[in-house]
């Protein structure tokens, strides 16, 4: 061989061996991407499987366009491939089924066919507590919320709209300092605060309320600090907030039997919130919730109640503000309904709040567009089979699908609640359509309070399950806070009403869909409020 011939070999030599692993690296991701698209193209289909969302990146799918703008995301795909598609999140294969019937496939799903504990467990059960919701059998589950369904009687509710009035007064006063001059809140903070001081001094008990200081604040932020999509998609992270997460848990656990302790050794007054309707009550063959039990029920709806009904406050409050025709409404209802001749209010009541049929359009409509919870997900333990009239416009005239063991399921009543086929101007905000004469809305609601009643083991409900209308969720883990989030959010707004005007500062705010639950966008929520004049 010419010694040229040598020359021209030699930085290939060494290519091959101090830079074949790094051409390897670059060319494995590109490999694996054409084999991914190869394979979605071009390779036969199993019939009976859902169609897949188109992806590149295999085990990644779709999740950075899912992640991004859920809802956006599942219309598109309802566009391209039908109520029922399967798309790929970070390795899980999630089917969703969209529309009335999908929420019924899925929030209906048979025991042994989907389980929530098995979709929902690693997330909760460092947050909540051992014992209790999904770290326990769905049984016990049901027999929970059968308990806490006890607690949360028109007696409790009843002495609630007076503390909560008490609360959103002092707020007012001490927080907003509200006076005579234009001046501007962030309305997320606001509602945020204030659904926590309602909600202490109400259903988690005056101990609670008077525990509310710096401690139990970061207590309270390192446990939702461990309640975001990454907990979710990876439940065993080596970070700083997991750890945070676990300590918070234990410490927050610790202060709950402390009052539970407290509250068995020494005597005191019947108290109507949730530790003491828990501290009565026992499973059907008639033992009690132990401490930690009831500790960590009562972490679970602190949690659960907390983020859903200041996001849900603070969606109206923005519209609000946007609209001050309706908010100006709202104050002619009170007037009207309970105005005294020397222009104040007389005392709100339980029972007043049902005569504000104006505000519960106003929390109807926005819980139509800004439901919370934007996907609801199950694990499939046993092969579904689809009815066909959950169709695909993919799908061969004599297959019918199968959604395989090992899936996730994905409902998203907000989908529904948004879908212009069932709703005139669906993205429009208007609480009128409530009782306005196309009936669409009343329709909806009313196929979502009425209907066939089942009993899941935490008392009669609405079935519910295939209705367009579904911000609390249907079937057995149906919202049971429901009730109380109603009373907590009308009192709040029409204690507000009676007292402030309110106009936005700046374009209304955009979802932030980065949070577990749907939140508006931080730093687009400033209200401006002052006095009525
Ligand atoms: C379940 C929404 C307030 C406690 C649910 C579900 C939804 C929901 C959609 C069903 C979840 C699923 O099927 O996986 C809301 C909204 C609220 C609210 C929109 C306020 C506006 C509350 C409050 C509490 C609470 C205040 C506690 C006092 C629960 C519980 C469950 C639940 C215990 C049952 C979970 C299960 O059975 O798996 N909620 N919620 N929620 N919610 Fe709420």
Not at 177 to 193: H, I, R, T, Y
Not at 372 to 388: A, C, F, G, L, T
Not at 420 to 432: G, K, R, S
Request: charged residues 20%.
């Amino acid at each position: 061989m010419s010694s040229s011939r040598i020359l021209s070999l030699l930085p290939l030599e060494q290519l091959s061996t101090a830079s074949l692993a790094a051409l390897f690296l670059v060319a494995l991701p590109v490999l694996l991407v054409v084999g991914n698209v190869v394979r979605q193209k071009l390779l036969p289909k199993d019939p009976s499987l859902p169609p897949v969302v188109f992806h590149l990146i295999p085990w990644f799918g779709s999740a950075a366009t899912y992640g991004m703008d859920p809802y956006k995301f599942l219309f598109d795909c309802r566009e391209k491939y039908g109520d029922l598609f399967t798309f790929v999140l970070l390795g899980r294969k999630m089917t969703v089924a969209l529309g009335p019937k999908g929420n019924n496939l899925i929030l209906g799903g048979r025991l042994n066919q989907v389980s929530a504990e098995e979709a929902y467990t690693h997330l909760t059960t460092p947050v909540f507590g051992e014992g209790v919701v999904y770290d326990c059998p769905n049984d016990m589950l049901m027999q929970q919320k059968r308990m806490v369904k006890f607690g949360l009687s028109t007696e409790n509710l009843r002495a609630y709209v007076g503390m909560i009035t008490d609360e959103t007064l002092g707020f007012m006063s001490k927080e907003l300092k509200v006076n005579n001059q234009w001046q501007g809140f962030d309305a997320l903070d606001a509602m945020s605060e204030l659904t926590i001081l309602t909600a202490s001094r109400t259903l988690q008990g005056k101990e609670v309320r008077a525990g509310l200081d710096k401690t139990f604040a970061q207590r309270y932020e390192h446990l939702d600090g461990g309640f975001t999509p990454i907990n979710f998609m990876f439940p065993k992270l080596p970070l700083p907030s997991y750890r945070r997460r676990d300590k918070a848990q234990k410490a927050m656990s610790e202060f709950y039997q402390g009052i539970i302790r407290k509250r068995r050794e020494g005597t005191h007054d019947h108290e109507y919130d949730m530790i003491s309707a828990l501290q009565s009550s026992s499973y059907k063959d008639g033992t009690p919730l132990s401490d930690r039990d009831i500790a960590h029920m009562m972490i679970a709806l602190l949690m659960a109640g907390q983020h859903t009904s200041s996001a849900t406050s603070s969606w109206t409050l923005l519209h609000l503000a946007e609209r001050p025709d309706v908010w100006n409404e709202l104050y002619q209802e009170q007037k009207e309904k309970f105005g005294n001749p020397d222009g104040t209010f007389r005392d709100l009541t339980y029972e007043d709040l049902k005569e504000l049929k104006v505000l519960d359009y106003v929390i109807r409509e926005t819980l139509r567009l800004h439901a919370p919870i934007h996907s609801i997900m199950r694990k499939v333990i046993s092969d579904i089979p689809v009815p066909n009239s959950l169709s695909s416009p993919k799908q061969s005239e004599n297959s019918s699908y199968v959604i395989p063991k090992g899936h996730f399921v994905l409902a998203s009543p907000g989908v529904a609640q948004m879908d212009p086929l069932i709703w005139q101007n669906a993205e429009e905000w208007n609480p009128h359509r409530w009782n306005d004469e196309s009936g669409v809305a009343a329709m909806a609601a009313e196929q979502y309070t009425e209907g066939d009643k089942v009993d899941y083991g935490y008392g009669s409900v609405s079935k519910g399950t295939e209705s367009p209308y579904q911000p609390f969720g249907a079937g057995r883990h149906r919202c049971i806070g429901e009730s109380f989030a109603y009373v907590q959010l009308q009192t709040i707004l029409a204690t507000l009403c009676r007292n402030v005007e309110l106009k936005l500062q700046g374009p209304f705010p955009s979802p932030n869909y980065q949070t577990m639950i749907v939140l508006p966008l931080k730093g687009q929520t400033k209200i401006m409020y002052k006095l009525r004049a």
